[in-house]
């Protein structure tokens, strides 16, 4: 069936450190990738996204790496903030369909 | 630009009662989609609304029901309620395959 995992439930960083959150996905048609950041009592926050024609794409101190031959995604947090401390997922999509959540990973970063 | 919207933000209910949560969506934005997220759990895809109609469904019983309104905005209907159905409610909006972004979602606790 579908599915989007993720291989660790939990991450715990020091404060400036680089953070890396991996993601496995199983939909070999899935084109279109996705992380959220959710913290306590709000929606999901689209953090970065990535098409399956790519396998890098960069943001503001983020960057998302797609590997389509292990069917792999990793979010990569540069210089990890207090303020980056929340759940994160990935997510799967095709064809501008419906998004396939992961369980999520809590980050948690310590002074 | 207030982004996408929900109501209300708490919701309590018992068993067997039914409920309307409703959903602005992001200006500009004419998909609306629902997610069921459990506490602890990713977001699960309920159903997708376009041009006022259904186009996708996720595995959700008939229990769970929509409706999408000239104007975009949108509705989720749950009868005969259970306490399984206790979860925070998110919806999400988008134009075309773009990314979606998600309301702070209501949160419906079942007694």
């Known amino acids: 069936g579908e599915s989007v995992g993720l291989h660790l439930p939990t991450l715990s960083v020091q404060e400036g450190d680089n953070s890396i959150i991996n993601c496995a996905y199983s939909?070999?048609?899935?084109?279109?990738f996705i992380w959220y950041k959710q913290e306590s009592g709000k929606g999901p926050q689209f953090i970065i996204d990535i098409r399956s024609n790519m396998d890098k794409r960069q943001g503001q101190r983020v960057t998302v790496l797609l590997n389509k031959t292990v069917k792999h995604l990793s979010l990569q947090i540069a210089a990890t903030q207090p303020g980056d401390s929340a759940v994160y997922f990935c997510?799967?999509?095709?064809?501008?369909?419906?998004?396939?959540f992961g369980q999520g990973t809590r980050l948690t970063i310590n002074p | 630009d207030a982004g996408v919207t929900q109501s209300p933000t708490h919701l309590i209910k018992t068993r067997g009662q039914q409920v309307t949560l409703r959903c602005s969506p992001k200006s500009g934005h004419d998909t609306v989609s629902w997610y069921q997220q459990a506490l602890g759990q990713g977001p699960q895809f309920i159903f997708q609304?376009?041009?006022?109609?259904?186009?996708q469904r996720g595995n959700f019983p008939d229990r769970f029901s929509g409706h999408q309104f000239p104007n975009y905005s949108s509705e989720l209907n749950v009868n005969a309620l259970l306490l399984g159905d206790s979860a925070l409610y998110l919806c999400?909006?988008?134009?075309?395959?773009?990314?979606?972004?998600f309301g702070p979602g209501t949160r419906l606790t079942v007694l």
């Open positions: 609304y376009y041009e006022e109609e259904e186009r």
């Open positions: 997510a799967e999509g095709w064809a501008a369909q419906k998004l396939v």
């Open positions: 939909n070999s048609a899935s084109d279109y």
């Open positions: 999400a909006s988008r134009v075309g395959a773009n990314e979606q972004f």
